[in-house]
């Protein structure tokens, strides 16, 4: 099962600042890529567990004692620790985003490349796919998507281009949408366009931020005073909260000060924001809008 080369491995996982007989966890399994290499600077007594929600990647599964691979949403990280007898950790790792294992697969529905039902779920256990969204979605609902997490200004005219057209039949595929809203793919940026309509529905369909936020706020209590967190982002509204929250421990807003006017907050940055070199991205496209962020606990 072929999947992507992991981005920025090298970088992500120095970031980790790895103890021999520490315990880590990556939250986005994948592959196995970012885990293996893990799993290579760790002891006999250190411990790696990893997160994924999509059962195809159980095929990746490494085997190794010192290794656990948990088939669950990493917003559920506390818990499903807690049931392993873990507190706390020395580290974790994700890398967020969609596969190429998740895009190259036409029936996921992920790739504006394939006609595929309309999908794009994460977890085939998932309950909310694109279909429902397209399909079930107020007018106004599928305006906001398009404007907050595919910063379209044409959303208004997408949203009722899709109402106008599920009145007549359900729009159930890929190339179908594609027919739909072709008045407002233009030429040359059609397949940028395409593309962001394709992460606004996704992003919906799998709760991303909503995900992320959940998961975040559970790193200050998991992680051990000095461990670290290493994130790596590929679009802006997930790099976002990751700067925020690093930098403040909140999402919105500033944090309190102190009567000296110090703010307290978990995690302090470590260098500044990572990027793939031109090489990496010559032998991996997916690697173009990556964004990395490294912090440790204070």
């Known amino acids: 099962m072929e999947y992507h080369n992991p981005v920025l491995l090298k970088e992500s996982v120095d970031g980790l600042n790895i103890q021999p ?6 939250v986005t399994f994948g592959g196995g890529g970012h885990s293996r290499e893990i799993l290579s600077r760790l002891g006999e007594k250190g411990k790696l567990f990893a997160f994924d929600q999509d059962e195809d990647a159980l095929a990746n599964k490494i085997d190794d004692p010192r290794f656990v691979l948990i088939n669950e949403n990493f917003r559920f990280i506390k818990r499903f620790l807690r049931f392993h007898g ?3 950790v ?3 790792l994700g890398d967020f985003g969609v596969s190429s294992h998740q895009f190259n697969v036409a029936e996921r529905g992920f790739s504006t490349r394939f006609d595929a039902r309309l999908d794009m ?3 085939k256990k998932g309950s909310l796919s694109a279909f429902e969204v ?3 979605y107020e007018e106004e609902q599928l305006k906001k998507l398009f404007y907050e997490y595919a910063d379209l200004r044409i959303a208004p005219k997408l949203a009722a281009e899709i109402v106008k057209a599920r009145k007549e039949s359900p729009i159930e595929s ?3 949408l594609k027919e739909v809203l072709s008045p407002f793919l233009f030429k040359e940026k059609e397949h940028k366009i395409l593309a962001q309509i394709y992460q606004a529905i996704r992003i919906e369909v799998n709760h991303e931020l909503e995900v992320l936020r959940e998961f975040l706020l559970q790193t200050e209590d998991l992680i051990k005073k ?3 967190l290493s994130l790596i982002s590929y679009h802006s509204l997930e790099d976002r909260l990751v700067k925020r929250y690093i930098r403040s421990g909140m999402f919105e807003g500033e944090p309190e000060k102190d009567f000296f006017g110090n703010i307290s907050v978990p995690f302090k940055k470590v260098g500044g924001l990572v990027i793939p070199t031109a090489q990496e991205i010559a032998g991996n ?10 912090a440790k606990k204070l």
């Open 285 to 294: 496209k997916r690697a173009r809008s990556a964004r990395l962020r490294i």
């Open 21 to 26: 007989d520490g315990v880590y966890v990556d």
């Open 121 to 123: 779920r994460m977890s």
């Open 90 to 92: 020395d580290g974790i």
């Open 134 to 136: 397209i399909n079930e």
């Open 226 to 228: 000095g461990g670290r």
């Open 86 to 88: 873990i507190k706390e």
């Open 174 to 176: 890929s190339e179908r």
